[in-house]
C-alpha cells in the first residue's frame, strides 16, 4: 500500500486550455474525494464518489469541471477552458466506507498554474 | 452549514517551547473534529480526530487536543515543540450525511525557532 497518488505534481497551462489529473486512491477504498486548495487558504470539497458513483458535487465545481471515476478505481478530474482563477491545488483524499466516519487520506496534491 | 475558524494565520514558537493552535466550529449538532498538518510538497496528514467520548484526544508526533462543547472550540496542544513541527496546521470538522465531507479552516503557520 504506497497511499494516495496524484498525477501529474505539477502542471501549467494556458488560459483556455484543458486540463486533466489523476487520482488513484488505496486500493481497497471505495470512497473518494476531490479537494481545492488556494494559496493560503483551507482546502475546499468538490466532489465526491462511492465507488463509480458521484453522490455529490460542490457548487464551487463549475461547468467546466468533469470528474469521473470508472469502475471505482481511479479518478479523474478534468478543467475545461481553464480561467487564471483556476491556480490551485488539487488534493485527492479516499477513505473505506465501514460505518461511522473513516479517516481520509490525502494524495500530494497536483498543482496548476494557469497563465 | 458548518464552518471551521483558526483565528491564528501564523505563529512563531521556539525549540522546545509548548503550543496551542486554537479551532473553533460552528455545526448544530456534534461534530466529527479532525486536526491535519500539511508539509511543502507533502499531502495532508491526519494527527488526531475525535467522534465522541473522551474529550481529551491523543494523536500522533505527540499531539494532544481537546474538546470544549461549550465554547465550540478543538485546539491542538504539544508540550514541547521540535523543529520538525514546522508545517501548516489545519482544523476540519466533518458532518453526518452521506457525502461526509471535510469542511477545512484557512490554517495555521508554525514557525519553530532554533
Known amino acids: ?115 | 452549514a458548518q464552518s471551521v475558524t483558526q483565528p491564528d494565520i501564523h505563529i512563531t514558537v521556539s525549540e522546545g517551547a509548548s503550543l496551542e493552535l486554537r479551532c473553533n466550529y460552528s455545526y448544530g449538532a456534534t461534530p466529527y473534529l479532525f486536526w491535519y498538518v500539511q508539509s511543502p510538497g507533502q499531502g495532508l496528514q491526519l494527527l488526531l480526530k475525535y467522534f465522541s467520548g473522551d474529550t481529551l484526544v491523543q494523536g500522533i508526533k505527540g499531539f494532544e487536543a481537546e474538546f470544549k462543547r461549550s465554547q465550540s472550540s478543538f485546539n491542538l496542544r504539544k508540550p514541547s515543540v521540535h523543529w520538525s513541527d514546522a508545517a501548516e496546521y489545519f482544523c476540519a470538522v466533518g458532518v453526518s450525511g452521506s457525502a461526509r465531507q471535510l469542511t477545512f479552516g484557512s490554517g495555521t503557520q508554525l514557525t519553530v525557532l532554533p
Not at chain 1, 23 to 31: A, F, K, V
Not at chain 1, 57 to 70: G, H
Not at chain 1, 85 to 92: I, N, P
Request: glycine share 8%; net charge neutral; aromatic share 12%.
Open chain 1, 1 to 115: 500500500d504506497t497511499g494516495v497518488s496524484q498525477d501529474p505534481r505539477h502542471k501549467i497551462t494556458k488560459r483556455g486550455q484543458n486540463v486533466t489529473f489523476r487520482c488513484d486512491p488505496i486500493s481497497e477504498h471505495n470512497r473518494l474525494y476531490w479537494y481545492r486548495q488556494t494559496l493560503g487558504q483551507g482546502p475546499e470539497f468538490l466532489t465526491y464518489f462511492q465507488n463509480e458513483a458521484q453522490l455529490e458535487k460542490s457548487r464551487l465545481l463549475s461547468d467546466r469541471f468533469s470528474a469521473e471515476r470508472p469502475k471505482g478505481s481511479f479518478s479523474t478530474l478534468e478543467i475545461q477552458r481553464t480561467e487564471q482563477g483556476d491556480s490551485a491545488m488539487y488534493l485527492c483524499a479516499s477513505s473505506l466506507r465501514e460505518g461511522g466516519y473513516n479517516e481520509q487520506f490525502f494524495g500530494p496534491g497536483t498543482r496548476l498554474t494557469v497563465l
